[in-house]
């Protein structure tokens, strides 16, 4: 699975995106934050900060609940300020 | 349609290319966004503009179909940079061709709102203390929802 | 600023101009109003506007002042030609610039909605069936009146 | 008095612009468009039409009831249609 970092989650994490193995345990976006967590702890510092990150699955906006699979690209980011 | 680029853009050539030699237009209304020289308080040296490339112009194209769908628009134009600006460059460059004003400032309107919420981007901006990534602001938000319609039809 | 001209006007030209070099506009809201070819069922081959020299330019710097005072604004620009005109031509540009965007949309159209009930303006279109003078509309009055305030301060 | 006409008023009194003398009953607006309607019989016809005839005095918009002297410029017109 393809995983991505925008912004200063990019600068967090220190890689913009990475593919992963997905863990059979792991079945939603949510879970998956949870997951990558552990590997990136700075990441996982600001997860629990209400409305500060944000998920796409495959370019679409997501929830932590929306379900990811092995062939789907993922993407972490804060809201966004464009324009 | 739209376009999402590096390159810098000349907007009063865009608004001379848009809908031109067209005689059924009768309002255009234009967004010109640029870059300030000023953030409140804080000096902005340049800006760089990150984006999500596949998912900014699906995004885009979406709000793109979505006024079109609310408002009988005979064209509709976005162009949206992403890199490294200065001050005074152009951003983004929204136009909106009708028949009649309204239909025209209002789609523009629109437009401008939901692409500051639902397009990926993201400001980094330069100042003399050093960089910083720009926080969404509630107001943005605010203006979006005023578009917002139930979602049961 | 004001002009009222008979002579046509290159809208792409005037937003090349506007603010040109300036740093501090973040947003630029942009009205291009062009003759059609059609009002309703009617094929229209020509357009004249005739108006009222001396009145229009003050009312015009009158609706300039009360835009200046209800909203931020860093430049105010309004364009409109008078005399006889064909489909696709310029007749009215309105530009605002402001640092933020709300206050450069809101300006805009404002003025466009005011100008089109208070600048003493006369349409007269040429039909293949002849001549005629444009009525005024209340969409137009309705328009306007979002923008009335209570007289007392 | 200096009286001008514009749009299609204009075409039913048949001039864009006239000196006139004024009156010494005439003090208003209103009273001018009555004295001005037996001068011009068509712009007098369309005169109790309804919002249709609106009036300025130098170059001020004005009501049937603002005071006008011999030194005022006066207009009578329809509602605006510009833009």
């Known amino acids: 699975m393809r995983v991505r970092y925008f912004a200063w989650l990019r600068q967090r994490t220190g890689v913009a995106e990475e593919e992963i193995e997905l863990p059979p345990h792991v079945r939603t976006v949510g879970e998956l934050a949870r997951h990558l967590a552990a590997r990136h702890p700075r990441f996982g510092e600001v997860l629990d900060s209400r409305g500060v990150v944000r998920f796409a699955v495959n370019r679409e906006y997501a929830g932590p609940d929306t379900p990811v699979g092995p062939d789907d690209e993922v993407a972490f980011f804060p809201p966004v300020t464009g324009g | ?153």
């Open chain 2, 1 to 153: 349609m739209i376009r999402v680029q590096e390159q810098p853009f000349d907007p009063a050539a865009e608004l001379a290319a848009f809908t031109a030699g067209r005689t059924d237009v009768g309002g255009t209304a234009v967004f010109l966004g640029r870059v300030r020289d000023r953030d409140g308080d804080l000096v902005i040296r340049a800006m760089t503009l990150e984006h999500y490339p596949g998912m900014t112009e699906r995004m885009l194209e979406r709000l793109e179909g979505e006024a079109r769908r609310r408002w009988p628009l005979l064209d509709v134009l976005v162009i949206h940079r992403v890199g490294r600006m200065t001050p005074g460059e152009p951003i983004v460059l929204v136009a909106t061709a009708a028949a009649h004003r309204r239909a025209a400032f209002e789609a523009c309107e629109f437009l401008v709102d939901w692409l500051k919420t639902r397009a990926p981007f993201w400001k980094f901006e330069e100042t003399p203390a050093g960089g910083r990534w720009v926080e969404a602001r509630a107001s943005d938000d605010e203006a979006a929802a005023r578009w917002e319609r139930p979602a049961a039809e």
